[in-house]
Nanobody
């Protein structure tokens, strides 16, 4: 299973970015997909997560500005997660990682996978 994150970049404060995360490979089911971020010198922290049935969880810093969603259509059904980030602030600068909690087969354990990270830099 691989997670491919994209969409990061340089944006001015107040601007917007949309991150995408595509999970590929042989798997049975993805339960939760989420986004974390890690700023220099800081621990990785949860930004937002969404379960397969649509329940969401946001960090306080993300509430009202960020929206997580999952693509429920076609071949990428529930295997793609997005993070729409609006009104970006300087403190949102970080490497953003997507993650997924996955069952590889019907009877397997749950496995946790990380994407490679995408840099988001917010300038003044």
């Amino acid at each position: 299973v691989q997670l491919q994150a994209s969409g990061g970049g340089l944006v001015q404060a107040g601007g917007s970015l949309r991150l995408s995360c595509v999970a590929s490979g042989s798997m049975y089911f993805i339960s939760v997909m989420g986004w974390y971020r890690q700023a220099p010198g800081k621990q990785r922290e949860l930004v937002a997560a969404m379960s397969n049935d649509g329940h969401t969880n946001y960090a306080d810093s993300a509430k009202g500005r960020f929206t997580i969603s999952r693509d429920n259509s076609g071949d990428k059904a529930k295997r793609t997660a997005y993070l729409e980030m609006n009104n970006l602030k300087l403190e949102d600068t970080a490497v953003y990682y997507c993650d997924a909690t996955v069952k590889l087969t019907v009877g397997s354990e749950w496995y946790h996978y990380w994407g490679q990270g995408t840099q988001v830099t917010v300038s003044s």
